[in-house]
């Protein structure tokens, strides 16, 4: 079992900077692809960004790419999302999740998912 708990969020401008963090417990953390997805209300959630377990391979959605970054610190057990020049359409709950199957963009392939936190962006 992996625990996530993702923290960060608020409120914040266009324009503006925010980073999300998600520390994760139990499992060896550095075995676990790692994702941010989000869900605005009324839509599906969507994939935003993953890393993988191992090196510093990542993967973004088009419409983040160029303004969000995922990282990890494996020391420490945790992913963050840092979201650079955000805009209103970014405003969502956000999630992280872990999957020990696959390096993937697909939400059903993670197996852990968080709480989520809120992100709003005012115009």
């Known amino acids: 079992q992996v625990q996530l708990v993702e923290s960060g969020g608020g409120l914040v401008q266009a324009g503006g900077s925010l980073r999300l963090s998600c520390a994760a417990s139990?499992?060896?953390?550095?075995?676990?692809?790692m994702g941010w997805f989000r869900q605005a209300p009324g839509k599906e959630r969507e994939f935003v960004a993953t890393?993988?377990?191992?090196?510093?391979?990542?993967y973004y959605a088009d419409s983040v790419k160029g303004r969000f970054t995922i990282s990890r610190d494996n020391a420490k057990n945790t992913v963050y999302l840092q979201m650079n020049s955000v805009k209103p359409e970014d405003t969502a709950v956000y999630y992280c999740?872990?999957?020990?199957?696959?390096?993937?963009?697909?939400?059903?392939?993670?197996?852990?998912w968080g709480q989520g936190t809120q992100v709003t962006v005012s115009s």
């Open positions: 890393i993988r377990w191992i090196g510093t391979s990542t």
């Open positions: 139990g499992r060896t953390f550095s075995g676990y692809n």
């Open positions: 999740a872990a999957s020990s199957r696959a390096w993937s963009i697909t939400l059903d392939d993670y197996d852990y």
